[in-house]
């Protein structure tokens, strides 16, 4: 089978598409036929060795973390799924290697996949969907009528961020580039602003503030109400390790205030995403579908930004 892979740390031009064994499923696991995969903006940092203090996995190393497709086989004890039916899921906590023909995953990683969306579609949700609800719902306790501002808007996490915080009954407020206004707009914002022309200062005060950016978090920390959440997701990619430590002191002196999680969500919050996109609270956001053979190219394109949601790796083509 296909398999996207890295033998060294460096630029997009390292991945490669790679001919290797198709996958066993052990006790407890499931192989799925992969139709799409998402490219997560995450593991650019691991591509490029920039995580290489932290990140013990060993070459060659697979991309991707979540995808849609159809049960192939069962392992021995995996009993929830059956054989030709729809999934979606993601692959186990800081795992990657779902940009493949067929991936193999513990059974509770995976929920049914939404019925209203082709797979192609579901691809772009489990972990940009997983992320938002966690950060929203367990980390933020937004609650109807408080006031949301989410930076980093357009991409894969803000862009369901913004659709998620109109759902639960928050005055919206996006940060975005100046093209992308409008279109955040439609997503639900209720006010949408460039973040180039925006200074913090600029802004009013929030009762939640979610961060998908990593820069400047005292400056937009200081726009919080009294009793406010910022929950930050993203580092500063040109001092990730710096950020990673200060972000986690912040967390640390301030627990109230200031929430860091690394997404691993649950059976359950996995399904509540297909209920959640079944009901149309939340909808896939994709700005270009590449073949396996762009792989390189869509990270090039995440590098440069000014993505739209996400990125999908079809597998058919």
């Known amino acids: ?21 198709t996958p066993r499923p052990g006790p407890g696991e499931v192989l799925v036929e992969v139709r799409a995969a998402s490219v997560d903006a995450g593991e650019l940092a691991f591509r490029a060795g920039k995580l290489r203090a932290i990140s013990r996995a060993r070459f060659p190393r697979g991309l991707g973390t979540d995808f849609a497709g159809r049960v192939a086989a069962l392992g021995s004890g995996a009993h929830t799924w059956s054989v030709g039916e729809e999934v979606w899921g993601l692959m186990p906590h800081l795992t990657f290697g779902a940009i493949a023909d067929h991936v193999t995953v513990p059974e509770q990683r995976l929920a049914r996949a939404p019925e209203n969306l082709s797979l192609l579609d579901a691809a772009a949700l489990p972990v940009s969907g997983t992320t938002a609800m966690t950060a929203l719902t367990d980390k933020a306790g937004l609650v109807s009528g ?25 005055h919206v407020t996006a940060l975005a580039g100046a093209r992308n206004l409008d279109w955040v707009t439609e997503l639900g914002a209720d006010v949408a602003l460039d973040y180039r022309t925006t200074r913090p200062q600029d802004l009013g005060h929030f009762e939640v503030i979610l961060d998908v950016v990593g820069t400047d978090l005292g400056a937009y920390r200081a726009r919080l109400t009294r009793g406010g959440r910022m929950v930050a997701i993203a580092f500063d990619q040109d001092r990730i390790l710096t950020s990673m430590v200060t972000m986690g002191l912040r967390a640390a002196l301030s ?31 994709i700005d270009t579908v590449y073949p396996i053979t762009g792989i390189a190219a869509a990270h090039e394109r995440l590098e440069t930004g000014g993505v739209r949601g996400k990125f999908i790796i079809d597998m058919r083509l």
Not at 6 to 19: A, H, I, K, Q
Not at 159 to 168: D, E, N, P, Y
Not at 258 to 278: D, G, H, Q, V, Y
């Open 1 to 21: 089978m296909r398999a996207v892979q890295y033998t060294s740390f460096g630029p997009p031009e390292v991945l490669r598409v790679n001919d290797v064994p």
């Open 146 to 170: 408080e006031r949301l501002l989410v930076r980093g808007a357009t991409g894969g996490v803000g862009s369901i961020a913004v659709q998620l915080g109109k759902a639960l009954g928050a």
């Open 255 to 285: 627990p109230r205030r200031m929430k860091l999680f690394s997404n691993n969500p649950s059976p359950a919050r996995i399904a509540e995403l297909t209920a959640s996109a079944e009901a149309g609270s939340i909808r896939p956001v």
